[in-house]
Antibody, heavy 124, light 107 residues
Framework: QVLLHQWGAGLLKPSETLSLTCAVYGGSFSGYYWSWIRQPPGKGLEWIGEINHSGSTKYNPSLKSRVTISLDTSKNQFSLKVRSVTAADTAVYYC??????????????????WGRGTLVTVSS | SSELTQDPAVSVALGQTVRITCQGDSLRRYYASWYQQKPGQAPVLVIYGKNTRPSGVPDRFSGSSSGNTASLTITGAQAEDEADYYCNSRDSSGDHLFGGGTKLTVL
């Protein structure tokens, strides 16, 4: 059974850097995309970005200037950094595995595994 | 447009059928995936692709797609199905999109 275990600091001050790590246990790191998603309190899901096993990244344009996602294949881990946080970055942050394929004329992309989430609060 | 639109709230009587919809231009290129989220929990994948349920998801959950609209149908809704439901797909730039979510109430 593949599990995603995530951790990182839960309380930050404005202007600090958010740092979270997600470890993949019980399965291969290769052949998948790995993503970060967040959810502000009482609101919906927002995709932050993703990285594939080769290290290629893609970011939400609204966050791109402040976000870095990296991976450590030797440890089966990937990480998220968000610089210069503000109260608007307060959210539960999830790591997730992304799978993809094709079926007929349409592409399939989905998040099949999720971490348990980390609440990050930004407050002075 | 680069967005996915869902009704904010839907209700269904216990044991009845409910359909939750998701609209967006990206659904003409990408299948939607659907996630169930209960309070305080991480989202759980319930439908992906044309109509595929991950192992462990009850067969009362089904999906369909036509044009720019994807639908999640629960046939014979149960009390434990009360949750928020989110659709997701890529957009034309390859970024992931989530719908705003639908809060399902089972009466």
């Amino acid at each position: 059974q593949v599990l995603l275990h995530q951790w990182g600091a839960g309380l930050l001050k404005p202007s600090e850097t958010l740092s979270l790590t997600c470890a993949v246990y019980g399965g291969s790191f290769s052949g998948y995309y790995w993503s970060w998603i967040r959810q502000p309190p009482g609101k919906g899901l927002e995709w932050i970005g993703e990285i594939n096993h080769s290290g290629s990244t893609k970011y939400n344009p609204s966050l791109k200037s402040r976000v870095t996602i990296s991976l450590d294949t030797s440890k089966n881990q990937f990480s998220l950094k968000v610089r210069s946080v503000t109260a608007a970055d307060t959210a539960v942050y999830y790591c997730a595995r992304v799978r993809y394929g094709g079926q007929g004329s349409l592409e399939i992309w989905y998040f099949d595994l999720w971490g348990r989430g980390t609440l990050v609060t930004v407050s002075s | 447009s680069s967005e996915l639109t869902q009704d904010p709230a839907v209700s269904v009587a216990l044991g009845q059928t409910v359909r939750i919809t998701c609209q967006g231009d990206s659904l003409r290129r990408y299948y939607a995936s659907w996630y169930q989220q209960k309070p305080g929990q991480a989202p759980v994948l319930v439908i992906y692709g044309k109509n595929t349920r991950p192992s462990g998801v009850p067969d009362r959950f089904s999906g369909s797609s036509s044009g720019n609209t994807a639908s999640l149908t629960i046939t014979g809704a149960q009390a434990e199905d009360e949750a928020d439901y989110y659709c997701n797909s890529r957009d034309s730039s390859g970024d992931h999109l989530f719908g705003g979510g639908t809060k399902l109430t089972v009466l």
